[in-house]
């Protein structure tokens, strides 16, 4: 074993975990997950059968990812934040089959307390406020804060607010931390190579 498992969590046999990553206090992974390298699992984490999780993320303490939730490399989940895996849950009405695909994209951002409601996308290194509630997909870049979240700004890779409108054509800003140069398409935004 490569990997560091607090004495209090259950790894369940069959689960893949990468080198250099840290299990905490009470974690449960199941089985069918596969998580990567790099990866820190906080405190009372659940970590579903059908759950794939990407080198280098950060789940913080009290997060569910659930089955049918893909987080790509480097995704950061705040503490208490929130993942669905049904749309219209009941307790009496089996819903297994049911279970909607949600996909968290490389580098991506997920504030403390927020939710994401099953079957959406976030882009990769958007960044969802703390206590957002996510019900549509999230573009690339993109800053969303509220209930339900909306759009306010952009994010840089570096996890700076960029300053541009949230539409355009060819308006650009580099970042001040590392020299990356983004640029406005329509609603997209995109960084250029170097």
Same mark, same amino acid.
């Given at each position: 074993?490569?990997?560091?498992?607090?004495?209090?969590?259950? @790894?369940?046999?069959?689960?893949?975990?990468?080198?250099?990553?840290?299990?905490?206090?009470?974690?449960?992974?199941? /089985?069918? $997950?596969? *998580? !990567?390298?790099?990866?820190?699992?906080?405190?009372?984490?659940?970590?579903?059968?059908? @759950? *794939? *999780?990407?080198?280098?993320?950060?789940?913080?303490?009290?997060?569910?990812?659930?089955?049918?939730?893909?987080?790509?490399?480097?995704?950061?989940?705040?503490?208490?934040?929130?993942?669905?895996?049904?749309?219209?849950?009941?307790?009496?009405?089996?819903?297994?089959?049911?279970?909607?695909?949600?996909?968290?994209?490389?580098? $991506?951002?997920?504030?403390?307390?927020?939710? @994401?409601?099953?079957?959406?996308?976030? !882009?990769?290194?958007?960044?969802?406020? /703390?206590? $957002?509630?996510?019900?549509?997909?999230?573009?690339?870049?993109?800053?969303? @804060?509220?209930?339900? /979240?909306?759009?306010?700004?952009?994010?840089?890779?570096? !996890?700076?607010? +960029?300053?541009?409108?949230?539409?355009?054509?060819?308006?650009?800003? *580099?970042?001040?931390?590392?020299?990356?140069?983004?640029? +406005?398409?329509?609603?997209?935004? !995109?960084? +250029?190579?170097?």
């Amino acid at each position: 074993m490569n990997y560091t498992v607090h004495p209090s969590a259950i @790894v369940d046999e069959g689960a893949q975990i990468g080198a250099n990553s840290r299990v905490w206090h009470f974690v449960h992974v199941c /089985a069918g $997950a596969r *998580i !990567g390298t790099g990866v820190s699992l906080g405190q009372n984490v659940f970590v579903g059968n059908k @759950v *794939i *999780i990407g080198d280098d993320c950060k789940i913080q303490n009290n997060v569910s990812v659930y089955d049918n939730v893909t987080l790509e490399c480097g995704v950061f989940c705040g503490p208490s934040m929130v993942f669905t895996n049904v749309y219209n849950p009941r307790s009496l009405i089996e819903r297994k089959d049911q279970y909607r695909d949600t996909l968290v994209r490389r580098g $991506a951002t997920l504030g403390a307390n927020c939710t @994401v409601v099953c079957g959406v996308t976030i !882009g990769e290194f958007a960044f969802v406020g /703390a206590g $957002a509630v996510v019900n549509k997909d999230v573009p690339a870049y993109a800053l969303v @804060v509220g209930v339900p /979240a909306r759009q306010i700004g952009w994010m840089s890779e570096f !996890g700076e607010q +960029l300053s541009l409108p949230l539409s355009g054509s060819g308006e650009s800003v *580099i970042c001040s931390q590392t020299g990356d140069r983004y640029v +406005l398409n329509g609603n997209t935004l !995109g960084k +250029l190579p170097k």
